[in-house]
């Protein structure tokens, strides 16, 4: 293991300070994990960004399906004529 030395303010110190007392474990401990993780790519901030990519990259690949609003009105308006056609069959 390497040492190495970082500066954090007082907020910063004294709320590592409480949850690593509430985890029971040592404020290097909490470092390393957080470290760990954010390299790892497990920070949650790096997963919300590399879904937003991936969202991003998506849009619009399905060039088949209508624009948004044009698509839930088709959707809507086949669903009522289906829902009038299975009344009408009711009814017969």
Known sequence: MKRTQIYLDE????????RAAAM???????????????????????????????????AGTVSRLPAGRRYVEDLRKA?????????RRRRA
């Open 24 to 58: 029971g474990t040592t404020k290097s401990d909490l470092i390393r994990q957080a470290l760990g993780d954010f390299l790892a790519g497990n920070d949650e901030r790096v997963q919300l960004e590399s879904f937003r990519a991936a969202a991003r990259a998506a």
């Open 11 to 18: 907020s910063q110190d004294e709320l590592l300070a409480r």
């Open 79 to 87: 669903d009522a004529e289906r829902s009038a056609d299975l009344e």
